[in-house]
């Protein structure tokens, strides 16, 4: 729950004396046929004057809390809309909002839930500047894999050192599937019902089905076909996928498709707040799905990939470099001098986590240049027998941790 005390003096105020822009605006049709209905002087002081308790299911920070107490007192909500309807007919409605401290333009907030923070500025005060900030939000045909052009993937950390609070205590419990769906299923920025990789895009319809019926076909769509487990969810306000890996049952990479969001100021601020690494054009809902949560994406790996000269610290960071590459063979390219390390021992891990993607052009290269032959056997043995799956299940088993794993951890982890 996030507990804001609103300002009445604030919202008063600026009912007694709106802006120039939005008494323009009130008079104007275009807004309406965007959605967006207009709070009156009463409605705007009614609204001002009431307390805010929210629950938008965000793991907050200090930092996030104090950012939300120390700004949302000034924001006043002037208008509604528009409303669009999410997963399985639930229905959710936009507002917005005018900064009294800075009232030249209106605030977009996708649901009253989302925090500043991850509010839209409109551009100019017009039914333009307010359209285009809504640009890439509300779609009115959901969009598949096929019509998300852009994929963004960052590292979330470690599984069994990342906690969720449990819907129903409030107690931070570890990461397996379950917990994972019910903390999605109570987030503001998500639709809730998640899939495994067993299915490439968004199954549910549309229409809502019974309790019976879901928890079957929720079930079928959770399994995991071989390779690397995923859970996907489709975010409420822009219709992204955001889906979270499980790589060789210890690491957690999340995975965006989307449409690149034409307003990069939002998210840029928010990484200068705060210290994220989150990439500019990602959708707000994106962005406020992972709050809470590490996203570093493979190009600050790889800059310190570049400079990095433990071997422990190699073995760490190419563990992760190689988790976000994963179905990136540009990127894997990037990677290939690593697996030329001058230490065998350091090569043959390297090509232990080559094994867990099934890389063989890796493995095939180096049986031809190998100078050990103790690794070059294993190697020749190994394509011999084929790959096999270096990915537990870890939403359902729970993160996997072997001795020797903890070792390279101790070595890799910074």
């Known amino acids: 729950m996030t507990k804001t005390e609103k300002d009445p003096g604030a919202a008063a105020a600026l009912a007694e004396s709106p802006p120039e822009w939005l008494a323009r605006l ?27 308790t929210v629950f938008d299911g965000i793991m907050h920070s200090r930092a996030t809390r104090e950012y939300i ?13 528009p409303g669009y309807v999410g997963g399985f007919g639930l229905e959710h409605e936009a507002a917005w909002y005018v900064d009294t401290r800075e009232p030249d333009r209106p605030l977009l907030a996708p649901n009253v839930t989302y925090p500043p923070f991850l509010w ?10 307010m359209r285009r900030a809504m640009e890439g939000l509300f779609p009115s045909t959901k969009p598949v894999r096929a019509t998300l052009p852009k994929t963004s993937r960052g590292f979330m950390g470690y599984a069994d050192q990342m906690r969720v609070p449990n819907v129903y205590s409030g107690e931070f419990v570890p990461i397996d599937g379950l917990e994972l769906d019910r903390y999605y299923t ?86 200068a707040e705060f210290g994220c690494t989150f990439p500019v054009d990602l959708p707000v809902d994106v962005v406020g799905a992972l709050i809470g949560f590490d996203f570093r994406p493979l ?33 894997v390219d990037r990677l290939r001098p690593y ?36 690794i070059a056997d294993q ?20 993160a996997a941790w072997d001795d020797e794993d903890d070792e390279d951890e101790e070595d890799g982890d910074e």
């Open 26 to 52: 009130r008079a104007d049709p275009g807004p309406a046929a965007l959605g967006i209905t207009w709070l009156d002087a009463g409605d705007i002081r009614a609204d001002g004057g009431e307390d805010e």
């Open 69 to 81: 107490d120390r700004h949302r007192p000034h924001m006043v909500r002037v208008a509604s809309g």
């Open 120 to 129: 839209i500025p409109a551009e100019e005060a017009s039914t333009e500047g």
């Open 186 to 271: 109570m987030n503001t920025f998500t639709e809730g019902m998640s899939w495994g990789s067993v299915v490439a895009d968004d199954p549910y319809p549309d229409e809502h089905l019974g309790p019976v019926t879901m928890g079957v076909v929720h079930r079928d769509y959770l399994k995991q076909s071989p390779g690397v487990p995923s859970m996907t969810w489709r975010t409420a306000a822009s219709g992204s996928y955001l889906g979270i890996e499980a790589h060789g049952g210890r690491l957690l990479v999340a995975e965006a498709r989307y449409r690149p969001s034409p307003d990069h100021g939002v998210i840029e601020r928010m990484n």
């Open 299 to 331: 190009d600050l790996w790889e800059r310190e990939l570049a400079v990095e000269e433990d071997p422990g610290h190699i073995l760490g960071k190419m563990e992760i470099a190689l988790a976000l590459a994963h179905g990136d063979l540009d990127a």
């Open 339 to 374: 697996f030329s390390h001058g230490d065998p021992p350091i090569r043959v891990h390297l090509l232990n986590f080559a094994l867990r993607y099934n890389l063989e052009f890796l493995m095939e290269e180096h049986a031809l240049t190998e100078t050990e032959t103790e």
């Open 379 to 398: 190697i020749h043995a190994i394509l011999d027998r084929g790959t096999g799956d270096g990915h537990p299940d870890l939403f359902e088993e729970g």
